[in-house]
C-alpha cells in the first residue's frame, strides 16, 4: 500500500431506504448503495431490501438497535465502527428505514461525522409517515376532513403530545404569505419568541436558499429576501442543527 492509499479517508452516506418496498428506493439512494464498499444497515430496512444487498456481493453488517437495548450505548458502537471504517478509506453506505431525519437518529449520526471531520452526505428516503398510509389509501390531509399532521412515536408520553405547538418542532406548508401570523399566534400560544425558525425555498433543487431567524424576527427577514418560490417553514430547536449539517445535504 503505497502513501496516498494509507492516508486517503473514506466518505459516509446516511442513505433513506424508503418504508419497505424496494420501488420507493430512490434513484440516489440505488446509485450509492451500488457504489459503496461497506453497508450497514438497520432494523426497520426492508427484507426485500436486504435481500437485494446481499446479491450486491458487498461487505453488509446489521447495526440495528434491540427495543430495550440503551439506544445510546448501541449508538456509540456505530460511530466508532464508522470511525474505523473511514480510517481505513472505505465509502460507507449507512442505511435507514424511512427517511435519515425522520426518527431513525440521523442528525444524531450527522453531528457526530461534522464534530470528527468525516466527509459525509445525506440521501433523503420516502418517509413511512405518508407513504405508508398512501398505499393504505388513507390521505393525510384533505380538504373536507384534516389539514394538520401530528407526528409522535409510541414511545412518548402522551402528556407531550399537547405540548408539541409549545416545544416540538413544526413543520408549515404554505406559509410564506401568513408568516407573521403564525409566529404571532405561537408567541401569544405561548411559545418562546427566540424559538428558531428556518425558511427554505425551492427545497432540493438548485435554487434552494435557506434563511433563519426567529418566531420575532423572521417575518421580517422573508419580506426583506423576497422569496418567490415553494416556502417550508421550519420551527423549533432542530433548526439550530442545520448550521452544522446544512452543507452535507
Request: overall charge positive; glycine content about 10%.
Amino acid at each position: 500500500m503505497n502513501n496516498n492509499q494509507k492516508c486517503k479517508k473514506g466518505k459516509v452516506f446516511l442513505v433513506g431506504a424508503g418504508p419497505g418496498d424496494p420501488g420507493l428506493l430512490t434513484v440516489k439512494a440505488l446509485k450509492v448503495i451500488k457504489s459503496a464498499d461497506i453497508i450497514l444497515y438497520d432494523k426497520l430496512v426492508g427484507e426485500e431490501i436486504i435481500k437485494m444487498l446481499k446479491d450486491l456481493n458487498k461487505k453488509i453488517i446489521y447495526v440495528g438497535k434491540k427495543s430495550k437495548e440503551n439506544g445510546m450505548i448501541r449508538q456509540n458502537e456505530i460511530h466508532t465502527l464508522i470511525r474505523k471504517f473511514v480510517d481505513e478509506g472505505k465509502t460507507i453506505a449507512r442505511l435507514k428505514g424511512g427517511d435519515p431525519f425522520v426518527f431513525g437518529r440521523g442528525g444524531v449520526e450527522a453531528e457526530f461525522l461534522s464534530k470528527e471531520g468525516i466527509d459525509f452526505e445525506v440521501i433523503p428516503g420516502v418517509s413511512s409517515i405518508n407513504s405508508v398510509p398512501t398505499y393504505a389509501g388513507i390521505p393525510l390531509t384533505h380538504p373536507e376532513f384534516s389539514s394538520s399532521i401530528l407526528v409522535v412515536t409510541g414511545r412518548d408520553d402522551i402528556d407531550a403530545w399537547s405540548k408539541a405547538p409549545l416545544h416540538g418542532t413544526i413543520v408549515i406548508l404554505m406559509g410564506r404569505d401568513t408568516i407573521q401570523e403564525l409566529c404571532n399566534r405561537l408567541i401569544k400560544a405561548g411559545r418562546d419568541p427566540l424559538t428558531p425558525v428556518a425558511v427554505i425555498e425551492s427545497g432540493t433543487t438548485e435554487r434552494q436558499k435557506v434563511i433563519r431567524g426567529d418566531l420575532l424576527t423572521i417575518s421580517e427577514t422573508v419580506k426583506e429576501t423576497n422569496m418567490n418560490g415553494p416556502v417550508l417553514i421550519v420551527v423549533g430547536d432542530v433548526v439550530k442543527l442545520s448550521e452544522v449539517i446544512d452543507h452535507h445535504v
